[in-house]
């Protein structure tokens, strides 16, 4: 009965076993979350996926685990809500489209229905009376009723902008979709097209998204959106341009190194700036616009790449440095962005290595004003730039100061006379929401000549996408082409006017779909105050890391718009936030194009879903992912067959044990109940099954050893039964029925453990010689120094090894180990 060599098939048929409990549960209604004011909630998300029509194991992987630990959330006493949904605008319905000649809608609808059965058979807790599909009016209309509120804070507004343009997908595509100057989605290389688009102010919010301290987060991720970010203190400098006869008298630079404000032997412009062309001799103009050509060809990471050489162009004018009033030439060059900063760099070769390489390409003299080190002096050739510390020289008044100190100074100084202020900038740049494609969001404002742009009136919302468009990819939005929905009358004047023909950014729709799944079927609102407040914020939010900038950002900013506006009362959207691993196959990566997809359907059929679920769990730690193998499914199967027998046993057989002392399976029990819940709760599901695991041969051998009485044996069929049901719902409901049980497993609590029993009494010293183990002894936990030193000099083999060398030093780490340092 007990022998570990079990093998398949399942004492239980899955499909059947597996059908009848989600029926009931479906039935009973188990899954249906109500706010309740007498339990604590906890709303638990995973990412919702883009219905891109098979559910791989992948999903499985995001899936299963979350379900496990919203389960178990659930069984600790809260009132959880765990809800699934679609994302379901986007690019790749619109391709499949093209390529098959069906709707985008009938695509993603068809994708949806397939999906939900396929998740259906995960036997997740998901409410599906809360499903979210993106792009249904029902939603999208309260995407647009947002974007209005956004427009009438002035958090939305369209500008020429030189956007990133993938001539592939023919869109622009946002900052944060442009990964290495491609492409995110096709690799296409990115490059820039002078664009009227609308925006979103992030900017606005860059101070406040900084601020993380409160968010159980990936430190990674932290760090990543505060690079993204990217706040630099610095100052603003003003160089005098008034010589030349423009309206524009002075220049405005960032620099984070006001200190070297001497160094300064030129200052180079971004070749976008509005002020280039004013700054252009008639002589230099023909290089000039040749050059402003090439730099639209570069993306921004060639242009920032330390490896190409600095170019550039001198304009033929100069400036004058603000504290000396040195004539100072002025240049374009595309390693200065128009973009950050104020788009104007003040050259300091002697201190920076991207200006020494441009100074030495153009013959520009280097100046030294920082010194590295004492014997450094004016005359002293530099082949690299000193970034470091030091004392000014060559620095007039601020000669001899720390440059830390000279900074403050020379600040000072430039505020007094208004040449200078204090600023800081962000590499963050507003969010650029609009795309020229069919399956998304309408913008819902119109054109008017008379008014300029204005919103839709609420009442009129949704402004549905037109059925029959054209959607073909042109590099304009197809609703350009479909006259019956661009004209239209302006609401203010009554005159004729245009629709906004682009649609928006699909993360606009991921940007605040958790506060809809509060309350998804609201007609009135996207939400009811007291559901959003009550669920809201997301406590444990669980997804892939790939979305560490752009969705979490976005949504982080969304959050805080919602309750500046007063419709939500918190600022962040998940508190806390877990990244799972990838499950890869053959050692990589599953992809389509490799080949080595697994699909999950066929072991769900097979073996059911909950030793698929389990294994995925099993496979390794969640955070880290894991490569699937189809022999480890047997190993569950084993073990859930094992498990099987032992809770069948006939217990009455226990009977006349009732007296038989099991102190230590009632230790081994506590300390099991104690670790699962512990690993559980912080998402370590392969070691809480390998305790369970262990916990199954226990019992097995204390049964076989007579030495468990009936009270334990049942304590320890309930335990096992609670502490599994998470993670495999079906087999443990499946025994929790035949145990004799009438209600659910799934609304029982969770099993409690005794501490005294749980403590773990014994450990294993392990006893070394320089280092080396050369025994071990089992003792106490609470062993003290002296007592483990004279148990270790003691050993025998300790002694052996000791021979008559003497002992220079005794190590001990508690309840680990003592090592011997001898001579
Ligand atoms: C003079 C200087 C001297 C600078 C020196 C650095 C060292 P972070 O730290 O990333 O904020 N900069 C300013 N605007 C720029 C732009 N639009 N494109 C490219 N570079 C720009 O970098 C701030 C520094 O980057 C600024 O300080 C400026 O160069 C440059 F020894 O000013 B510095
Ligand atoms: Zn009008």
Redesign the pocket.
Known sequence: MHDPRHQGPLRYDPSLVEKKWQTRWQQDGLYETKVNSETPKWYELTMYPYPSGDLHIGHWYAMAPADAHARYKRMEGFNVLHPMGFDSFGLPAENAAIKRQIHPHEWTMANIERMRVQLQSIGAIYDWDRQIVCSLPEYYKWNQWFFIKFFNEGLAYKANASANWCSSCNTVLANEQVLNGACERCDTVVYKRDLNQWFLRITKYAEELLIMDNLHWPEKIKLMQKNWI?????VEVTFDISDLGLDITTLS?????????Y??TFV?L?PEHPLVEHLTTPENKSLVDQYIDATRKKTDIDR?STEDKKTGVFLGTYCSNPLNGASIPLFIGD??????????????P???Q??MEFAKTYSLPIKIV?AENDSIDETNELNY???GSGKLINSEQFTGMMNTEAAESITAALEATGQGSRSI?Y?IRDWLVSRQRYWGTPIPIIHCDNCGAVPVPENELPVMLPEDAEFLPTGESPLKQHASFKNTICPVCDNPAERETDTLDTFFDSSWYFLRYTDPSNSNAPFDLNQVNAWGPVDQYTGGAEHAVMHLLYARFFTKVLRDLKLIQFGEPFIRLFNQGTIIANQQKMSKSRGNVVSPDEYVEQYGADVVRTYLMFLGPWDQGGEWNDGGLNGIIRWFNRLWDLVMLDHGNLQSKEFVDDIEFQRSLNKTIKKVREDVAEFKFNTALASLMSLTNDMAHHWDKGTVNLTTWNDSVTAILLLLAPIAPHISEELWEKTGHVTSIHTEGLPNWDSALAYDETITLVLQINGKVRDRVMTTVDITQSEAEELALASYRVQQHLENRTIKNIIFVPGRLVNIVIS
């Open positions: 990217g706040r630099s203190e610095g630079t960032f620099t984070t190194r006001v200190d070297t404000l160094g300064v180079v971004a920032q390693y200065v962005l128009s973009s950050y900063g104020t788009g104007v760099v003040m050259g300091v002697a201190h920076d991207r200006d920082i730039a000193w970034t900038s590499r």
